[in-house]
C-alpha cells in the first residue's frame, strides 16, 4: 500500500465531475424511460423479455444451472460489500486532499466505509424503487432458485453492478498493473450476474437491464460527488491508464 497522497488538479477534478455528473443524468433518464416502458404495458413486459426468457429456459443443462447458481449467490450477501471493500483498499493511495498527513490505516478506513456506505444507500434506492413499481416475476414454475419480493429492478444485478461501479472507480483513481485485465474481469463479473438471473428464471431481461442503468447513475453520481468533495484525488493525466 503506498503512504503518499497523490496531488490533486481541482480543474481536473471540476471536470470530471462535470462529465460523471452528465453520465449519471443520461443513466438515469434511460432507467427512467424504462421504467415508464414497464409501468404503462399492459403485460408489464417490454420488446425482448420474453423471448429472451424463452431462448434461455431452452438452453439449460445440469451443468450450465450449477455454474449458474454459484455465479448467482456472488451477486448478493456480504459478497457485494467485500467488493466494496476492497474498492475502497484500492483507492487509498488516491484519497483526496483530506487525507494528507493521516495514516495510511486512517485513509483506508475512510475509504473503505465510505464505499460501503453508497453501496448501502444504492441498496436503499434500489429497494424503493422495487416496492413502488411492484412488478410480477415471471412464472415460478420456470424458477430454479430462490427469489422474493418484487422483480423492478434485479436486486442481483444492481447490486453487483453498484459494486463492480465501486471497483471500476476505485482501478481508475489507482491505475495498478494490468488495469485493463482487472477491469474487464470485473465487468464479466456483474454481468454474468445480471444474466444468471434471467437464466435461472426469476427475472425477465428488461429487470437486469434496469438495475445495469440504476447502477450505472448511481456509479457516476457517486464518482462527481467524490470528485468535488475530495474524498479521491483527481489527477491531470487521466486518459493514460498504466496496463
Known amino acids: 500500500m503506498n503512504g503518499d497522497v497523490h496531488p490533486t488538479d481541482l480543474a481536473a477534478a471540476d471536470r ?22 414497464v409501468l404503462t404495458s399492459e403485460t408489464s413486459l417490454v420488446p425482448g423479455d420474453l423471448p429472451v426468457h424463452r ?11 450449477s455454474a449458474l447458481q454459484t455465479l448467482t449467490s456472488t451477486g448478493t450477501s456480504v459478497y457485494p460489500y467485500l467488493a466494496a471493500a476492497a474498492a475502497g483498499l484500492i483507492a487509498v ?17 475512510v475509504l473503505c466505509v465510505a464505499f460501503a456506505g453508497w453501496l448501502a444507500l444504492g441498496q436503499t434506492v434500489r429497494f424503493t424503487f422495487m416496492m413502488a413499481i411492484a ?6 414454475e420456470d424458477w430454479i432458485t430462490d427469489a422474493s419480493r418484487y422483480s423492478f429492478p434485479s436486486g442481483h444485478a444492481t447490486t453487483s453492478a453498484m459494486a463492480a461501479g ?11 498493473r494490468a488495469c485493463w485485465l482487472w477491469v474487464g474481469l470485473t465487468v464479466c463479473w456483474a454481468v454474468l450476474v445480471g444474466i444468471s ?13 434496469a438495475g445495469w442503468l440504476l447502477a ?7 464518482s462527481a460527488a467524490a470528485a468535488v468533495t475530495g474524498l ?5 493525466d487521466r486518459a493514460k491508464i498504466t496496463q
Do not use: I, N
Not at 166 to 176: E, K, S
Not at 216 to 222: P, S
Open 16 to 37: 470530471y465531475a462535470t462529465l460523471w455528473g452528465r453520465w449519471a443524468l443520461a443513466a438515469g433518464a434511460v432507467f427512467a424511460a424504462l421504467t415508464a416502458a
Open 55 to 65: 431462448l434461455l429456459l431452452e438452453h439449460r443443462t445440469s451443468g450450465v444451472v
Open 93 to 109: 493511495s488516491a484519497a483526496g486532499p483530506w487525507a494528507a498527513g493521516r495514516q495510511p490505516a486512517f485513509r483506508a478506513a
Open 135 to 140: 412488478r410480477p416475476r415471471p412464472p415460478a
Open 166 to 176: 465501486l471497483l471500476l472507480v476505485a482501478l481508475f483513481v489507482r491505475r495498478p
Open 197 to 209: 438471473r434471467v437464466w435461472l428464471g426469476v427475472h425477465w431481461m428488461s429487470d437486469v437491464v
Open 216 to 222: 450505472a447513475a448511481w456509479t457516476f453520481f457517486g
Open 232 to 236: 479521491l484525488g483527481v489527477k491531470p
